[in-house]
């Protein structure tokens, strides 16, 4: 008769063991994770860019060489911003001309609602991967002014426009105009009123423009282009942030190695390549950024990237 054997099984001690090995293992593993992780959403964001960089320099091609405008807002005769969902900006004129494919949330959502198109204009999410969306932005819509860089509920949101300019702004039309949301801003400002000769002399220094609509007309600052600005390579356009900086460093975003001190923003050039740019280079707070203003102070604080046209 053989001997009895012992079932096989782990003891409690070896059990522990185990289980230390494993957690040590994930403890050494998962900032590798992360941090690769954070990488891919990098690149991709910096793909996106390099995408609209495209779209931005199709968009020249076809209207000698004009910098595609920054907003084109609806006014009302004594020049204030209307409270429309219909102002135009980069993204939609981008869709609505066809530059830039399956980003209309029209499509990606559905056109349910009264007028057609209230549904996906009123969800608080976005639909669908386009390369308006950076990857390590936030599922909401941003706003209002940031209180800090780091408050990512307003910089890090998406701004929801949808076209007026190409398809009219009745209840029906609403439903087919493009609606776009975007995680990105850019170099310019939005004049808190089109009248008057500061709203021309304001945006002088920055490539991209912001315009007023008033009774089926376009009107604001000269029509920036290409060919003024003086090194392409180092001249922001487009950026991680909300709409566009408007004077306040605040509106741009560190979302990326978000580890302190080693944030980096995301800049489309004026030539279409995209870099991730060290945070610690970008106009820091509204007191840095109101001097923006100043020509000598941008050129000896904020060298790289390039953010005036007179740089």
Avoid at 28 to 44: M, Y
Avoid at 58 to 76: E, H, K, L, T
Avoid at 238 to 258: E, K, Q, T, Y
Avoid at 279 to 294: E, I, K, T, V, W
């Amino acid at each position: 008769m053989s001997p009895r054997r012992r079932p096989l099984a782990f003891t409690l001690v070896e059990l522990l063991v185990v289980i230390g090995i494993i957690a040590v293992m994930i403890g050494i593993l998962l900032p590798t994770l992360n941090k690769a992780r954070e990488q891919a959403k990098t690149a991709q964001c910096l793909s996106n860019l390099r995408q609209i960089g495209q779209a931005m320099a199709m968009y020249a091609g076809d209207y000698q060489g004009w910098v595609i405008p920054s907003v084109i807002q609806r006014v009302n005769a004594a020049g204030a911003p209307q409270a429309v969902r219909g102002d135009e900006n980069w993204a939609t004129l981008m869709v609505a001309r066809g530059y830039v494919k399956q980003a209309d949330q029209l499509s990606l959502y559905g056109k349910s609602g009264s007028p057609p198109g209230e549904d996906a204009w009123q969800d608080t999410g976005s639909a669908g991967n386009t390369v308006f969306r950076c990857p390590s932005g936030i599922e909401f819509a941003g706003g209002p002014s940031p209180t800090s860089a780091y408050d990512f509920k307003s910089n890090s949101g998406f701004w929801r426009r949808q076209s007026f300019l190409y398809f009219g702004a009745g209840a029906v039309s609403q439903g087919n105009a493009p609606m776009v949301d975007t995680w990105y801003a850019t170099n310019s400002i939005v004049p808190g009123n089109y009248n008057g000769a500061t709203v021309v002399a304001d945006q002088a220094p920055w490539p991209m423009r912001s315009f007023a609509h008033l009774n089926g007309k376009i009107y604001g600052p000269s029509w920036s282009r290409f060919n003024q600005i003086r090194k392409s390579g180092e001249m922001a356009m487009i950026f991680d942030g909300f709409r566009c900086h408007n004077l306040n460093g605040w509106d741009i975003s560190p979302r990326h190695g978000r580890s302190k001190g080693q944030e980096v923003t995301n800049v489309l050039f004026a030539d279409g390549h995209a870099l991730s740019v060290p945070f610690s280079s970008m106009p820091q707070g509204p007191a840095a950024s109101c001097q923006l203003r100043d020509k000598q102070y941008l050129v000896d604080a904020y060298a790289f990237p390039k953010w005036r046209l007179d740089q």
